[in-house]
T-cell receptor, first 114, second 114 residues
Framework: ETGVTQTPRHLVMGMTNKKSLKCEQH?????MYWYKQSAKKPLELMFV???????ENNSVPSRFSPECPNSSHLFLHLHTLQPEDSALYLC?????????????FGPGTRLTVL | DAKTTQPTSMDCAEGRAANLPCNHS???????VYWYRQIHSQGPQYIIH???NNETNEMASLIITEDRKSSTLILPHATLRDTAVYYC???????????????FGQGTILTVHP
């Protein structure tokens, strides 16, 4: 247990569906991240939120829409996805402003787009 | 952030020490060496990090050469559960322009066998 939880753990959706991934951290951190890990590829950073403000959007298509209502919760809203969006989606959190901002990851959501 | 080079795969016998090397010859003075591991289909797990001194925690030891161009992660008594992909990442910590970013490469696949 890292103190970062993600739900659901597995999700299968059609290309016309709308779904949301949820991440929650119980570590008192102030920064949260979304990463994508496609099969046989390295993790790719998607979004960064610092104090609820989005500070990084790594050229992610608009069919992925993040939301950070407070420093403990992070969502990734999905709509009209493509099969190539099938991947492991990972959430992480860290304490920015501390002497070291080590990121701690959740278990991930395995997404399959049909 | 500086790039790293790691062997693609390594084997280790259970109960023996696993020594995972990493080259980071272009590392800058304010860049830390981080190690994470990822067990199949799970989120990356933080292991250890250091700047220039050797570091040890309950999971592993990190040995950084004096010129900081390479490092070795040591798992002192490897178990079957240590089988995972190990990532060596060099990044600027608090205050740097790449603050918060972790750039994952392909890592080293460590297989611990009985």
């Amino acid at each position: 247990e890292t103190g970062v939880t993600q739900t659901p753990r597995h999700l299968v959706m059609g290309m016309t569906n709308k779904k949301s991934l949820k991440c929650e951290q119980h570590l008192g951190h102030n920064a949260m991240y979304w990463y994508k890990q496609s099969a046989k590829k390295p993790l790719e950073l998607m979004f960064v939120y610092n104090f609820k403000e989005q500070t990084e959007n790594n050229s992610v298509p608009s069919r992925f829409s993040p939301e950070c209502p407070n420093s403990s919760h992070l969502f990734l809203h999905l709509h009209t996805l493509q099969p190539e969006d099938s991947a492991l989606y990972l959430c992480a959190s860290s304490l920015q402003g501390a002497s070291t901002d080590t990121q701690y990851f959740g278990p991930g959501t395995r997404l399959t787009v049909l | 952030d500086a790039k790293t080079t790691q062997p693609t795969s390594m084997d280790c016998a259970e109960g023996r020490a696993a020594n995972l090397p990493c080259n980071h010859s272009t590392i800058s003075g304010n860049e830390y060496v981080y190690w994470y591991r990822q067990i199949h289909s799970q989120g990356p797990q933080y292991i250890i990090h250091g700047l220039k001194n050797n570091e040890t925690n309950e999971m592993a030891s990190l040995i950084i050469t004096e010129d900081r161009k390479s490092s070795t992660l040591i798992l002192p008594h490897a178990t079957l559960r240590d089988t995972a992909v190990y990532y060596c990442i060099v990044r600027v910590d608090a205050g740097g322009t790449s603050y918060g970013k972790l750039t994952f490469g392909q890592g080293t696949i460590l297989t611990v066998h009985p």
